[in-house]
């Protein structure tokens, strides 16, 4: 008797555990960022509806991407929001890697910022920006969207 009663818990758990299992993954399914899924060089990346595309090319491979470095010591910078001399961004988007999944931060064109790391890849740098001011917020930005010289 004893035995029979531990099959039935036994298989009462595996249930359980399977319902468990079906529920956290309908879940995670649900929790994924509605936004473009793009295939760079057979990795996935899905991006926010958010995320702009570039007037420029960006890296092909994620894979061949550089390791972040910190910068240096004169991290003063500006964001530019022109490409080719046309204001593309007059508001410049900070993203939360290179892969750009998600924008994390704004400023206007002009803003000062301070270069934290910079990541050399095979086509299109980035670099790790803080934007000062009372609730400081970093992002990655691409290099073309960013200046070293005061921007107007």
């Known amino acids: 008797m004893n035995r029979l009663v531990a099959d039935r818990r036994t298989r009462l758990l595996s249930v359980a555990a399977l319902a468990l299992v079906a529920g956290v993954t309908i879940l995670l399914i649900s929790l994924e960022p509605a936004g473009e899924a793009v295939e760079v060089e057979g990795v996935a990346v899905t991006r926010s509806a958010d995320v702009p595309d570039l007037p420029f090319e960006d890296n092909p491979d994620p894979n061949a991407c550089g390791i972040p470095v910190q910068w240096g010591s004169d991290g ?77």
């Open 76 to 152: 003063q910078a500006w964001l530019t929001g022109e490409y080719e001399g046309e204001l593309i961004q007059p508001t410049v988007l900070l993203y939360d890697s290179h892969l750009r999944q998600n924008v994390v931060a704004s400023a206007p064109h002009g803003a000062e910022v301070e270069i934290v790391l910079f990541q050399e890849n095979p086509v299109l740098d980035y670099y790790l920006v803080k934007i000062p001011g009372a609730q400081a917020q970093e992002g990655w930005i691409p290099a073309p969207f960013l200046a070293f010289e005061p921007v107007s």
